[in-house]
């Protein structure tokens, strides 16, 4: 899967302090922040597989989602198209702009 930007985006991640780049390269991911109606926050980034991803999948393959933790934070994987009024509305929300 390839890291894509989106019109909402409104931050950009970098690797953590300490990352071991010799061990695992890590780029700027463009992410938009958002803010929960229970009052938590989140991260979204948004991911489009190549060409050959796309044929896994749709050969039955399963989208496998990897933390580099110790622990595992709650996390959400979907289609964007049916998310994306979640994200928009939370945008919404905190910019006042539409993204």
């Known amino acids: ?3 894509t930007t989106h019109p909402s985006n ?3 991640l970098g690797p ?8 695992m390269p890590c ?8 803010d929960c109606e229970d009052g938590s926050s989140a991260m979204v980034s948004f991911w489009k ?13 399963s989208v496998m989602l ?3 933790s110790a622990a595992h934070p709650p ?16 945008v919404d929300r905190v910019t006042g702009v539409r993204a």
């Not at 597989?49 to 393959?61: F, I, S, T, W």
Request: glycine fraction near 6%; hydrophobic fraction near 45%; charged fraction near 20%.
């Open 75 to 90: 996390v959400a994987v979907a289609v964007s198209e049916p998310m994306l009024s979640l994200v928009e509305e939370a």
């Open 1 to 3: 899967m390839n890291p």
């Open 16 to 23: 953590p302090r300490g990352w071991d780049y010799a061990a």
């Open 49 to 61: 597989p190549d060409a050959q991803e796309l044929a896994d999948l749709n050969r039955g393959a």
């Open 27 to 34: 780029g700027a991911l463009s992410i938009t922040r958002i």
């Open 10 to 12: 409104n931050a950009t």
């Open 66 to 68: 990897s933390v580099y």
